[in-house]
C-alpha cells in the first residue's frame, strides 16, 4: 500500500507587518512625488530651451530655494521678502533665456505684459493669506502669450515660460505690492513677512512657466504640424 510523501511546511513569515508596509507606502508618496517634480521640471526646461544639465541644476536650485526668504525692506512692520525658489529661480531662468537668444526679446515682452494684466486683474489680495488667483489663469495665459507672439513658433515654450513666470510675478505680486495699502490689507495689522514667490517652488510663479511650456509645446507643435500637412496638401494640389 502507497502513502503519499509528506514534506514538511514551509511558513511565510512577512519581514514587515501589514501597519509597517503601510507606512513604507505612505512615506514613499511624497518621495515619487518629488522624483515626479524633477523629471517634470527637468524637461519643461528642456523644451524652453535650457540644457540638460542647466536643467537639472534650476530645478534643484528651486526645489532648495523654496525654504529660502531674503528681506529687503520693511514698511508698517511689515517685512517684504523675495522667495528663491519662487522668485530669484524663475528670474534666472529668463535671464539665460534671453541672454541665450533662445527668446526674442519683442514677444517675450509683449508675452510679460499680456499675462501681467491678466493676472493683475484675476488675483485678490487676502488678508493674512496672501494674494490668491485660480491657479489655471496664469499657465493657460502663458502658453497663450507664448503662442499668439511667437505664431506657433520653435520659441513659443521658452516665450510662454517666461510670460508665465515674469507675467504672473510682475501682475499678481509686485503691482499689488505697489498698490497703496495692499500691504496692510494682507497683513491684516499684524506684523507679517510677505514673500514675493511665496509658496516657494510649489508656489504659482514657479509652476506657472512649468505647465506654460507644456501647454505652449505641444499647442505649437501641433499647429506646426497642422501648417506643414496643409501646404503638402496644397503642393499635391497644384501637381
Known sequence: MMTPASFPAIAFVPFFSTDMIIMLGLLMVPVLLLYLYIVVSEEAFELAGLKAWAALLMTLGALAGSFIDIPFMTIDGVTLAVNAGGCLIPLMISAELLARDRVEKGPAILAILLVAAISYYFSVPTPETGILMPFY???????????????????????????????????????????????????????????????????GIFLTGIFAVFLAAVVAHRIRNNEADGNKAHLGRDK
Open 137 to 203: 489663469i496664469a499657465p493657460l495665459a502663458g502658453a497663450f502669450a507664448g503662442i499668439l507672439f511667437t505664431r506657433a513658433g520653435i520659441a513659443a515654450a521658452g516665450t510662454a515660460y517666461i510670460g508665465g513666470a515674469m507675467g504672473t510675478l510682475l501682475g499678481a505680486d509686485i503691482f499689488h505690492l505697489l498698490t497703496p495699502g495692499t500691504v496692510a490689507h494682507i497683513a491684516g495689522g499684524k506684523a507679517a513677512v510677505l514673500s514675493i514667490g511665496g509658496a516657494g517652488v510649489f508656489d
